[in-house]
């Protein structure tokens, strides 16, 4: 099993930036990928930004609607990843989720997913 807690959403003005956090912890040598997620009321949860790791390469992939606003990263000796979000839109307005993904061999993947934290921008 995987845990993960997030931290770092809030209330900011248009143009703002937050960081938001999130640290793993258990089996976290199964984790392949992370993530962040992103659901606003009365939408679908979609997808904001991954990271794999591959040997001693980062490999990064972002939502069009994010890119060259967001940045996705992490510290392995941490267990953390992070979400840096600048120049916010009131579009982003959501609850953002940590995702944890563990590939299968022969099953789709093993997701976890943390409590999420609200991130609200206002105009």
């Known amino acids: 099993q995987v845990q993960l807690l997030e931290s770092g959403g809030g209330l900011v003005q248009a143009g703002g930036s937050l960081r938001l956090s999130c640290a793993a912890s258990g089996s976290i040598f199964s984790i392949n990928a992370m993530g962040w997620y992103r659901q606003a009321p009365g939408k679908q949860r979609e997808l904001v930004a991954s990271?794999?790791?591959?040997?001693?390469?980062?490999?990064?992939n972002y939502a069009d609607s994010v890119k060259g606003r967001f940045t996705i990263s992490r510290d392995n000796a941490k267990n953390t990843v992070y979400l840096q979000m600048n120049s916010l839109k009131p579009e982003d307005t959501a609850v953002y989720y940590c995702?944890?993904?563990?590939?299968?061999?022969?099953?789709?993947?093993?997701?976890?997913w943390g409590q999420g934290t609200q991130v609200t921008v206002s105009s």
């Open positions: 995702n944890a993904r563990r590939f299968r061999t022969m099953s789709p993947p093993a997701d976890y």
């Open positions: 990271i794999t790791s591959g040997g001693s390469t980062n490999y990064a």
